[in-house]
T-cell receptor, first 111, second 112 residues
Framework: DAKTTQPNSMESNEEEPVHLPCNHS???????IHWYRQLPSQGPEYVIH???SNVNNRMASLAIAEDRKSSTLILHRATLRDAAVYYC????????????FGSGTRLSIRP | DTEVTQTPKHLVMGMTNKKSLKCEQH?????MYWYKQKAKKPPELMFV???????INESVPSRFSPECPNSSLLNLHLHALQPEDSALYLC???????????FGEGSRLTVL
């Protein structure tokens, strides 16, 4: 299974952008890049996913390197509610595949 | 309805008890998952069901027995558990191919 590497923790200020990096050097051509986050005492929630092109949604943006070996989740204006553990995950295109969580990045937001 | 509902939210059981965790979704998803999460750790995949058939078992001990009686329901039967099995058990569902996972809030299990 292709693996991802993320920093253990990051800190940011409220109302500033946050860039959360993820390395996935062994990614295969059929792997989608998914991001989830887990708020305290809750199950993980989906944030965004992409294959090759950069993606935007109401929660965040996903920037994918041209060689697909890394990606960056961008929160454009962090709020205190964005404090969570963020997981970068690779998901195979076909079938109900193994979706393996790495250790994630614990994001803290300073007021 | 974009919810995955897990019951019970909390469960305390002895090592000789038999209990079950339940998970329900009505999004038409045909893939369902069980994860186990210990404190301060990422979720660990246990089982994956695809079209009501077990497709992945991550070498989980037989004291955990999954069951998918129909496309909306997923159960996890528990028997003769150990204290180290105490954890948050998360259920998720998704389209079989691609698609994001929708997680429930989990069932917190304590084994005495």
């Amino acid at each position: 299974d292709a693996k991802t590497t993320q920093p253990n923790s990051m800190e940011s200020n409220e109302e500033e952008p946050v860039h959360l990096p993820c390395n996935h050097s062994t990614i295969s051509g059929t792997d989608y890049i998914h991001w989830y986050r887990q708020l305290p005492s809750q199950g993980p929630e989906y944030v965004i996913h992409g294959l090759t092109s950069n993606v935007n949604n109401r929660m965040a943006s996903l920037a994918i390197a041209e060689d697909r070996k890394s990606s960056t989740l961008i929160l454009h204006r962090a709020t205190l509610r964005d404090a969570a553990v963020y997981y970068c995950i690779l998901r195979e295109y076909s079938s109900a595949s193994k979706i393996i969580f790495g250790s994630g990045t614990r994001l803290s937001i300073r007021p | 309805d974009t919810e995955v509902t897990q019951t019970p939210k909390h469960l305390v059981m002895g090592m000789t008890n038999k209990k079950s965790l339940k998970c329900e979704q009505h999004m038409g998803h045909r893939a369902m998952y069980w994860y186990k999460q210990k404190a301060k750790k990422p979720p660990e995949l246990m089982f994956v069901y695809s079209y009501e058939k077990l497709s992945i078992n991550e070498s989980v001990p037989s004291r955990f027995s999954p069951e998918c009686p129909n496309s909306s329901l997923l159960n996890l039967h528990l028997h003769a558990l150990q204290p180290e099995d105490s954890a948050l058990y998360l259920c998720a569902s998704s389209q079989v191919e691609r698609g994001e996972l929708f997680f429930g809030e989990g069932s917190r299990l304590t084994v005495l």
